[in-house]
């Protein structure tokens, strides 16, 4: 009897063992510490409903606005990958960024296009020749998918001016006259938004075209959307991908070993939150980008996981000083003078 409990006792020890045995990754390789992951959001969730609905509808064109650091290039690369997943064949999407530039410049704007599409000669000929180039390019892939559709991402687009939008409206003319819908969706600050206000007067082709539909990006703004990023990192993100091993889990195995999730914590952090702010005579009303969220959240598992010190879970403390080094706070008061 004696042995049996014995044997019985070892196998316990031995398989809680194994439940705290780490991938072997090596240092500074994990996602968080490279900080180069994307993770589900309920702003990201609603956005998708919104751009599949112009999609579906074949729209020509909307725009996605906020603030600076809500987290608008996440978003969109995430929508990018999911398409990619889930629709794959229905239609080619596309992400290109604008690039300041004192002046409009029709040779720049067809090769950053060109760049940005990873096409190999991005960066030959004149204007003309990659013009044509970019369009044969977009007829190509468009031709090939399912619904002859081209879904075109611009991120910064409120750098873009009057002659660059007619020279879209060039592409989307010549693909259009080929059967191949362009839709193209603006990504930018704010001042977008404004732009669309000053078109309607000024330019009302551009509109019509381009920024048909609206949506504002928002950051978190309850503490709900708070709990579902951080459930995220307890059961949906996982390095290696199938591994079991979710962020939270690798950062603070023996905490979550005990049961312990970040998600169970919204309220400690959620009020951790407020009580900075209110410190430092924040008054505006709550919307954290999501650029200083993630930070937060990546700060405190780095400096206080596995790989550096080791803790067992997160205090109040931690999260204290996480939110204060992020930045966060900075941005704000500056923003609120």
Not at 58 to 69: F, K, L
Not at 168 to 184: Q, V
Not at 223 to 237: K, M, T, V
Not at 302 to 328: C, L, Q, V
Request: with cysteine; glycine share 6%.
């Amino acid at each position: 009897m004696k042995e049996r409990e014995n044997r019985m006792e070892d196998s316990l020890q031995h398989s809680y063992s194994d439940e705290l045995k780490r991938p072997n990754i090596p240092y500074g390789a994990h996602p968080i510490e490279q900080g180069d992951y994307l993770i589900d959001t309920i702003a990201i969730n609603d956005l998708a409903d919104s751009v599949l609905k112009w999609i579906n509808l074949r729209n020509t064109g909307a725009i996605i606005y906020g603030d600076p650091r809500l987290g608008k290039t996440n978003a969109v690369k995430y929508l990018s990958r999911f398409f990619d997943i889930k629709y794959g064949d229905q239609w080619e999407t596309f992400i290109v960024r604008t690039r300041k530039m004192k002046n409009s410049n029709e040779n720049r704007f067809f090769k950053y296009l060109l760049k940005d599409m990873r096409h190999e000669l991005y960066d030959e000929g004149k204007p003309d020749e990659k013009r044509e180039r970019l369009i044969n390019f977009l007829l190509e892939r468009g031709d090939r998918s399912v619904r002859n559709q081209i879904v075109l991402f611009i991120d910064d687009a409120q750098r873009l001016t009057s002659n660059e939008y007619e020279w879209l409206m060039d592409i989307f003319n010549e693909l259009e006259s080929y059967g191949i819908t362009l839709t193209t969706i603006l990504v930018g600050q704010t001042e977008l938004s404004h732009r669309r206000n000053v078109y309607l007067s000024t330019h009302k082709q551009i509109v019509g075209r381009f920024m048909i539909q609206e949506q504002r990006f928002y950051g978190i703004t309850e503490q709900d959307e708070l709990a579902y990023l951080l459930s995220s990192y307890d059961n949906i993100a996982q390095y290696p991908v199938n591994s079991g091993w979710t962020y939270s889990r690798y950062f603070f195995p023996v905490g979550y070993s005990y049961g312990l999730r970040l998600e169970n914590d919204t309220d400690v952090i959620w009020q951790c939150i407020h009580r900075v702010r209110a410190e430092v005579g924040i008054k505006k009303e709550l919307e954290i980008p999501m650029h200083y969220m993630i930070s937060i959240i990546n700060y405190v598992l780095k400096k206080y996981g596995a790989n550096e010190e080791n803790k067992e879970w997160p205090t109040e403390n931690m999260w204290r000083e996480a939110i204060i080094e992020s930045g966060y706070v900075n941005a704000e008061v500056i923003q609120n003078q």
